[in-house]
């Protein structure tokens, strides 16, 4: 029986490069038999052309040389692009999967979006592709190099160990002394750049109250500890770094002067001395490449770490059987639910059932939930406990490019992205024609996107630009009902909205209604109250109560239009809560009603 395999998806895309590194292995034992030409020639110029004196010798071991320099570099170069392709391939295997593990860890961690994964590829790719992974494929030729010192003579063997050993204690103390300091640095690296980023997403609001100075000098604070650590680790380093190139040139001219002693007592001759001294050099160098290196080596590693660790915390998502089209109905099942990360609910046990087509407010004071709900209605944010079905099934059953299509969502904050006015309304998938301009008249924009520049082909930007507030929530709501989905969830669409915002928006509502659209609106604009069939009133996470509206209430005498009824027991200070925001809508009930018996007279809505 097989053992399962636990790789992630970059240990995966790192291992189909397996063959890759092979032939750069298989180029670095060439690369390294070819370093052994320049030793031999020296050998053979001192010991054989001077002694001889023979022109013809000098002139074919030249000629010989400079070939197998050609074959070297070749071979070099070889492996150098070699390693660049890695990286690249490397790139092109994993980055959506890193992409799709940052986005899903943006809503794990609400507040928290930080892009450093993507930065962490390009760190791992860069290292790949550089010249500090060549020291890992000549170090293993390390012991050949003393081997061969060894053969012309044993000292010089113990000498080239030796002056080996020394140089690889300093690169595992430069190991033990950076790690700790280069893991703070990235941090604080991290954290600093996370402080930028939400200060510039946030630079209308710095700038009008003037608070540019005080975000200032906390990032400072944060900057400067990163520097601190940066430098303290550069500086042990880069002493390391020194000692190590120093004690290189000390090595090789000592054995320069062993081999000059060893000449003199008659044990070796002249052409091995100036040997041993190149072969020296070329032992220890991939030493010295490796410290020089190292940080580079550090920063890939901790980039692997981090970037292992994500794909860990976010899975892939496994295939799923394609289900049919779902129906608007919803049903929640003792539904907990809580922000990601959070163990504290901010619903508890919430139990009811929507048919299809029914229209639904959700009130409550603040911090009642209502965002909550809205977002594990939408499957958003999973439950901790219960089950939220879309028709029959589990709605955390259905994969999330196939199931958006079918949901609309305008949340309160509206966040449009860079693009034309149709790309997004059209979700940035193929842009049908007709469903945009649908969309558009549903949510009452149309007109006014043809006041724009360049009409639906206008180009918005994701951070304001030419268009208001209200504007941009109707665009939002406009991408919301995109090929006419199933349910649509409205979080406060009132908020920004003027008089004839408000016209529009009651008139889309009538229109989803007539087409058997399922719609959730947290809302406490009396006209919304008035329109739905039914309120979800929330107060602490708990459902108060889940009662119809009766239409046609046009006297604050009369009875109240909800079923006061709380399925789960609440007290009577909720039920005086919700019934005082029913209260409020009453009063005009009749100016709704006369709404909806004529069309509003915005120049902005479609005529029938």
Same mark, same amino acid.
């Given at each position: 029986m097989?053992?399962?395999?636990?790789?992630?998806?970059?240990?995966?895309?790192?291992?189909?490069?397996?063959?890759?590194?092979?032939?750069?292995?298989?180029?670095?034992?060439?690369?390294?038999?070819?370093?052994?030409?320049?030793?031999?020639?020296?050998?053979?110029?001192?010991?054989?052309?001077?002694?001889?004196?023979?022109?013809?010798?000098?002139?074919?071991?030249?000629?010989?040389?400079?070939?197998?320099?050609?074959?070297?570099?070749?071979?070099?170069?070889?492996?150098?692009?070699?390693?660049?392709?890695?990286?690249?391939?490397?790139?092109?295997?994993?980055?959506?999967?890193?992409?799709?593990s940052?986005?899903?860890?943006?809503?794990?961690?609400?507040?928290?979006?930080s892009a450093?994964?993507?930065?962490?590829?390009?760190?791992?790719?860069?290292?790949?592709?550089?010249?500090?992974?060549?020291?890992?494929?000549?170090?293993?030729?390390?012991?050949?190099?003393?081997?061969?010192?060894?053969?012309?003579?044993?000292?010089?063997?113990?000498? /080239?160990?030796?002056?080996? %050993?020394?140089?690889?204690a @300093? =690169?595992?103390? $430069?190991? #033990?002394?950076? +790690?700790? &300091?280069?893991?703070? /640095?990235?941090?604080?690296? %991290?954290?600093?750049?996370? @402080? =930028?980023?939400? $200060?510039? #997403?946030?630079a +209308?609001? &710095?700038q009008?109250?003037?608070?540019?100075?005080?975000l200032?000098?906390?990032?400072?604070?944060?900057?400067?500890?990163?520097?601190?650590?940066?430098?303290?680790?550069?500086?042990?380093?880069?002493?390391?770094?020194?000692?190590?190139?120093?004690?290189?040139?000390v090595?090789?001219?000592?054995?320069?002067?062993?081999?000059?002693y060893?000449?003199?007592?008659?044990?070796?001759?002249?052409?091995?001395?100036?040997?041993?001294?190149?072969?020296?050099?070329?032992?220890?160098?991939?030493?010295?490449?490796?410290?020089?290196?190292?940080?580079?080596?550090?920063?890939?590693?901790?980039?692997?770490?981090?970037?292992?660790?994500?794909?860990?915390?976010?899975?892939?998502?496994?295939?799923?059987?394609?289900?049919?089209?779902?129906?608007?109905?919803?049903?929640?099942?003792?539904?907990?639910?809580?922000?990601?990360?959070?163990?504290r609910?901010?619903?508890?046990?919430?139990?009811?059932?929507?048919?299809?087509?029914?229209?639904?407010?959700?009130?409550?004071?603040?911090?009642?939930?209502?965002s909550t709900?809205?977002?594990?209605?939408?499957?958003?944010?999973?439950?901790?406990?219960?089950?939220?079905?879309?028709?029959?099934t589990?709605?955390?059953?259905?994969?999330?490019?196939?199931?958006?299509?079918?949901?609309?969502?305008?949340?309160?904050?509206?966040?449009?992205?860079?693009?034309?006015?149709?790309?997004?309304?059209?979700?940035?998938?193929?842009?049908?024609?007709?469903?945009?301009?649908?969309?558009?008249r549903?949510?009452?924009?149309?007109?006014?996107?043809?006041?724009?520049?360049?009409?639906?082909?206008?180009?918005?930007s994701?951070?304001?630009?030419?268009?208001?507030?209200?504007?941009?929530?109707?665009l939002?709501?406009?991408?919301?009902?995109?090929?006419?989905p199933?349910?649509?969830?409205?979080?406060?669409?009132?908020?920004?909205?003027d008089?004839?915002g408000?016209?529009?928006?009651?008139?889309?509502?009538r229109?989803?209604?007539?087409?058997?659209?399922?719609?959730?609106?947290?809302?406490?604009?009396?006209?919304?109250?008035?329109?739905v069939d039914?309120?979800?009133?929330?107060?602490?996470?708990?459902?108060?109560s889940?009662?119809?509206?009766?239409?046609g209430?046009?006297?604050?005498?009369?009875?109240?239009?909800?079923?006061e009824?709380?399925?789960?027991?609440a007290?009577?200070?909720?039920?005086?809560?919700?019934?005082?925001?029913r209260?409020?809508?009453?009063?005009?009930?009749?100016?709704?009603?006369?709404?909806?018996?004529?069309?509003?007279?915005?120049?902005?809505?479609?005529?029938?």
């Amino acid at each position: 029986m097989s053992k399962p395999d636990n790789k992630t998806d970059l240990q995966a895309a790192l291992r189909t490069s397996r063959r890759a590194f092979h032939f750069v292995l298989l180029f670095s034992l060439f690369i390294n038999l070819l370093m052994l030409g320049p030793s031999l020639y020296m050998l053979q110029v001192y010991d054989r052309v001077i002694t001889t004196r023979s022109a013809e010798t000098l002139l074919m071991l030249t000629l010989v040389i400079g070939f197998l320099f050609i074959v070297m570099g070749s071979l070099d170069l070889v492996r150098s692009r070699i390693l660049v392709r890695i990286g690249n391939r490397l790139d092109m295997q994993i980055n959506e999967r890193i992409y799709q593990s940052t986005f899903k860890r943006a809503l794990m961690l609400p507040g928290k979006p930080s892009a450093q994964p993507l930065q962490d590829l390009t760190t791992l790719r860069q290292f790949l592709g550089g010249n500090g992974l060549f020291a890992f494929f000549d170090a293993p030729w390390i012991p050949v190099y003393i081997l061969i010192l060894a053969l012309f003579h044993p000292w010089f063997g113990v000498f /080239a160990a030796v002056a080996g %050993v020394t140089l690889l204690a @300093l =690169a595992w103390i $430069n190991e #033990r002394t950076t +790690e700790p &300091l280069l893991k703070d /640095a990235n941090r604080e690296h %991290v954290m600093s750049q996370e @402080l =930028a980023q939400s $200060n510039l #997403r946030n630079a +209308e609001v &710095l700038q009008a109250m003037g608070m540019l100075p005080n975000l200032l000098s906390r990032w400072k604070r944060q900057h400067y500890d990163y520097l601190l650590h940066q430098s303290r680790a550069s500086d042990r380093a880069g002493t390391l770094t020194n000692l190590s190139k120093t004690l290189r040139t000390v090595f090789q001219s000592l054995i320069l002067g062993l081999g000059a002693y060893l000449v003199i007592e008659g044990s070796l001759t002249g052409g091995m001395m100036i040997a041993g001294s190149i072969l020296m050099g070329r032992a220890l160098a991939p030493i010295d490449q490796m410290i020089g290196g190292w940080k580079g080596f550090v920063a890939a590693r901790t980039a692997y770490g981090r970037l292992n660790a994500l794909l860990n915390a976010a899975p892939k998502e496994p295939e799923r059987m394609p289900l049919p089209p779902p129906v608007g109905r919803i049903q929640l099942e003792a539904v907990t639910a809580a922000p990601p990360g959070e163990s504290r609910p901010t619903l508890t046990e919430i139990s009811l059932q929507c048919e299809p087509g029914q229209h639904v407010a959700i009130v409550g004071p603040s911090a009642a939930g209502k965002s909550t709900l809205a977002r594990v209605l939408l499957g958003v944010w999973s439950p901790l406990r219960g089950c939220v079905r879309l028709g029959a099934t589990d709605i955390d059953q259905w994969p999330r490019e196939r199931l958006g299509p079918h949901l609309g969502y305008l949340p309160q904050d509206i966040e449009l992205f860079d693009g034309s006015i149709s790309e997004n309304i059209a979700r940035f998938g193929p842009v049908d024609p007709a469903k945009v301009i649908e969309a558009a008249r549903k949510a009452g924009v149309h007109d006014m996107i043809l006041r724009q520049p360049a009409g639906y082909d206008t180009p918005i930007s994701g951070t304001g630009g030419i268009l208001s507030g209200g504007q941009r929530q109707r665009l939002g709501l406009a991408r919301a009902l995109y090929d006419n989905p199933v349910m649509v969830v409205l979080d406060e669409p009132d908020a920004n909205l003027d008089a004839a915002g408000e016209r529009a928006l009651l008139h889309c509502l009538r229109q989803l209604k007539h087409q058997g659209t399922t719609v959730f609106v947290i809302s406490h604009a009396p006209g919304i109250l008035e329109h739905v069939d039914r309120v979800i009133a929330l107060d602490e996470g708990q459902l108060v109560s889940f009662s119809p509206v009766r239409k046609g209430i046009s006297s604050p005498h009369h009875e109240s239009p909800v079923n006061e009824a709380s399925p789960n027991g609440a007290t009577d200070n909720r039920e005086r809560g919700v019934h005082s925001v029913r209260l409020r809508a009453r009063g005009q009930a009749k100016r709704t009603d006369d709404n909806a018996a004529t069309p509003p007279s915005s120049p902005e809505q479609p005529t029938s």
